[in-house]
């Protein structure tokens, strides 16, 4: 047996849980109850002012907190894997453990101190909380980026007669943009598909799109939450091929 | 005067990360329900967790015990799983390395709900009763992506003719899996079965949407009812602390080791 071969159950198992559900989504889309083709789910999406709504906050949400993300995170990453700086290995640890802790249980605590020091749940504490749950997923790809970074390059540039301003513009930042791509995608989507977290950081007063396709499957409405789950998935893949270089960008998460 | 602005950036962002870990830590010493509420210190939470009335059936240490499961068994297989695909991938050429490759990194980019609608849909569209069993599938699908991934690396470092080499010297393939390949790539398969094992603990989206009606609490969706209901269980802020020490330990240990594995090396 030649050893390409060993791909292959996974290859089956992949088509069974990630193809084909990913298919099902789309016949559910295009389906009335009964089984029928129709397009009535996606148009109804577009005159149903709630989802529409959602939608759009979402977005802005998820936009807004790609942003703060990589301006907290970025400085983050450079700092730590700058062997000048930073010297021990413990702190990017510090900054991965949270993500062991219970995510809901954490964004519960996080609304628990606006409570305390009596700050109103709202966008703003939604945002705040959003950045807390995603900071980790923005620094880890761009630190691994920057810590496997060849040094020789900044190096080169400097003897060159670079300032470190523009070694900083020229070299570490398009030598880092891989880990930034990664570091998007684990911050946007996830963000524009949350649901219960923002629930509970705003006391229900603002849905993210992922609450309207939990609140459709669960109130047996599968065909429109699936076409909901369809539009995410034209989403997903314009995000995923605007963002290119995808290969460079994943092998940064390890 | 860089590195001090530097260290003050870093440990801002740290305590900033933290606050809310050290609050429920704080309040785990205290009896009263709600979180912020200090109504004198107590050890009541953490006794009240191993006394037996959190125990039962659908209580939180259930709850704890559905977790680990689940995340054992999904990760364990997924290690198994992805490391064999791993394998097959790395021998692969050209468009069919290309299509397998992205085929993996569907669950990867796919965000929670879609996942776990999808994964829904397909129990359903199969007519497999919801429960442990596909729980611990849609687990596997997610988790594997991260073990293939971080076996690639080894295979791209080891010498593809060792293998080779043993089969001529006579091994069986069976050891010179077992005795060549499985220590080569056994740091990769580690780290692959730990992000497993991470993403399932911390799973909330996918279990919610597979795990049926059957009651099957993990420690996610407990809370998740639990919040809804208005109130966290008090005993879940000394469960969360026990936790997070535990982490912290572990972290520790296996830091400490791994320096003094580099000064041996050194």
Not at chain 1, 8 to 19: D, G, K, L, R, T
Not at chain 2, 5 to 17: G, T
Not at chain 2, 81 to 96: D, E, F, P, S
């Amino acid at each position: 047996m030649k050893r390409s071969h060993w791909s292959i159950p996974y290859v089956v198992f992949m088509a069974i849980f990630v193809v084909l559900p990913l298919l099902l989504v789309m016949l559910y889309a295009f389906q009335d109850e009964s089984g029928r083709f129709t397009l009535a789910n996606i148009t109804r999406f577009f005159s149903d002012s709630d989802a529409l709504g959602t939608f759009a906050v979402s977005l802005e949400v998820a936009i807004e907190n790609t942003l703060i993300c990589i301006l907290l995170g970025y400085p983050a990453a450079w700092i730590l894997a700058n062997k000048e700086l930073n010297r021990s290995a413990v702190t990017i640890i510090l900054f991965i453990m949270p993500m062991w802790i219970n995510a809901l249980m954490r964004t519960l605590a996080t609304a628990e101190i606006f409570n305390m020091i009596g700050i109103p749940l709202g966008k703003g504490t939604l945002l705040f909380g959003m950045v807390y749950d995603y900071l980790p997923f923005m620094i880890y790809p761009i630190y691994n980026v920057l810590a496997k970074m060849d040094r020789s390059y900044l190096e080169a540039a400097q003897d060159l007669g670079a300032t470190p301003w523009k070694v900083f513009w020229k070299i570490t930042v398009p030598l880092s943009m891989p880990g930034v791509t990664s570091g998007i995608l684990m911050v946007f989507m996830p963000t524009v598909s949350t649901f219960a977290i923002s629930e509970f950081l705003t006391n229900n007063k603002i849905k993210l799109f992922g609450t309207i396709i939990q609140e459709n499957i669960n109130s047996s409405m599968w065909n429109y939450g699936a076409a909901l789950a369809f539009i995410m998935l034209i989403i997903i893949g314009i995000t995923t091929m605007f963002s290119g270089e995808r290969k460079e960008a994943e092998e940064a998460l390890i | 005067m860089k590195k001090f602005f530097a260290q003050a950036y870093i440990w801002l962002l740290l305590l900033l990360l933290y606050a809310p870990l050290i609050l429920i830590a704080i309040f785990s010493f205290t009896e009263s329900r709600v979180l912020g509420s200090w109504t004198g210190f107590s050890t009541r939470l953490y006794a009240n967790l191993f006394s037996g009335q959190m125990q039962e059936s659908g209580s939180l240490l259930a709850a704890v015990e559905n977790t680990l499961l689940i995340a054992f068994v999904s990760a364990t297989v997924a290690m198994v799983l992805g490391t064999v695909a791993a394998v097959g991938i790395h021998n692969l050429q050209g468009r069919k390395k290309q299509a397998v490759t992205f085929l993996n990194n569907i669950p990867m980019i796919n965000p929670d709900v879609i996942t776990g609608v999808s994964l829904f849909l397909l129990f359903v569209f199969l007519h497999l009763s919801q429960g442990y069993l596909t729980v611990i599938l849609a687990h596997i699908t997610f988790g594997t992506p991260y073990v293939v991934l971080s076996v690639i690396p080894k295979l791209r470092q080891m010498n593809p003719n060792v293998y080779e080499a043993a089969l001529d010297l006579g091994a069986t393939p069976a050891q010179a899996l077992r005795k060549v390949l499985v220590p080569q790539l056994r740091p990769g398969m580690i780290s692959g079965f730990i992000l497993a094992f991470t993403m399932s603990l911390d799973d909330f989206a996918v279990t919610f949407f597979t795990r049926g009606t059957i009651g099957l609490e993990t420690l996610s969706t407990y809370i998740y009812a639990d919040a809804r209901k208005g109130g966290l269980t008090p005993e879940l802020r000394a469960l969360m602390t026990l936790i997070f020490l535990i982490i912290l330990i572990l972290l520790l240990i296996i830091n400490v080791r791994q320096t003094k594995m580099q000064k041996v090396n050194v």
